[in-house]
């Protein structure tokens, strides 16, 4: 099975300040068509997982400019220019390429 | 506006079965490849399933054997059958569309909870 490494854990931020959130792979995330299948979701207090991010870097429909994904490989990176309080929650990357595997989760909370 | 509604959840004892229903509307459900995904209790995200629009199901291995999915189409709407249940299995169960490439989970319904208890 392919795991998903993510680090921080734990995200205290300060608002208005940027964060960023690292997902590695055990094994590279290239599919044989070509792309990488690595997806982003947001679980906020409550609510179920809300996609962000798909395959890598495309910002899902609504998603505010500040969330931003990045990565080749097996190393990716989910940045939040500016954290708002709405941000608070869980943030899990995904991966579809071999199958499919979640990561740990980072919490991200307000310092 | 495209949505997913689970129910079925409940409290049941080790070794029974239960099953779950995953109501799709807003998008062409018969064409859908559609995900179960759990989440246990302080743990993250599981995928344990998955059923393509022609019916073909792929499952994880801590299911494979015990659980079962099935869609009905006149319905729109997907099922997860669970036998011989396990404290384990314990979780929020969610189901999630693939709506544009496999595994995309791009739309999570709200989930059910399902409780495995003596």
């Known amino acids: 099975d392919v795991v998903l490494t993510q680090s921080p854990l734990s995200l205290p931020v300060t608002l208005g300040q940027p964060a960023s959130i690292s997902c590695r792979s055990s094994?590279?995330?290239?599919?044989?068509?070509?792309?990488?299948?690595l997806n982003w979701f947001q679980q906020r207090p409550g609510q179920s997982p809300r996609r962000l991010i798909n395959k890598v870097s495309n910002r899902d429909s609504g998603v505010p400019d500040r969330f931003s994904g990045s990565g080749s490989g097996t190393d990716f990176t989910l940045k939040i220019s500016r954290v708002e309080a709405d941000d608070v929650g869980l943030y899990y990357c995904?991966?579809?390429?071999?199958?499919?595997?979640f990561g740990q989760g980072t919490r991200l909370e307000i310092k | 506006e495209a949505q997913l509604v689970e129910s079925g959840g409940g409290l049941v004892k080790p070794g029974e079965s239960l099953r779950l229903s995953c109501a799709g509307s807003g998008f062409i459900f018969r064409a859908a490849w559609m995900n179960w995904v759990r989440q246990s209790p302080g743990k993250g995200l599981e995928w344990i399933g998955r059923?393509?629009?022609?019916?073909?199901?792929d499952y994880a291995a801590p299911v494979k054997g015990r659980f079962s999915i099935s869609r009905d189409n006149s319905k729109d709407t997907m099922y997860l059958q669970m036998n011989n249940l396990k404290t384990e299995d314990t979780a929020v169960y969610y189901c999630a569309w693939d709506g544009t490439f496999y595994f995309d989970m791009g739309l999570w319904g709200q989930g059910t909870t399902v409780t495995v208890s003596s």
């Open positions: 059923i393509k629009a022609g019916g073909t199901t």
């Open positions: 094994q590279s995330l290239v599919h044989s068509d070509g792309n990488i299948y």
């Open positions: 995904m991966q579809g390429t071999h199958w499919s595997t």
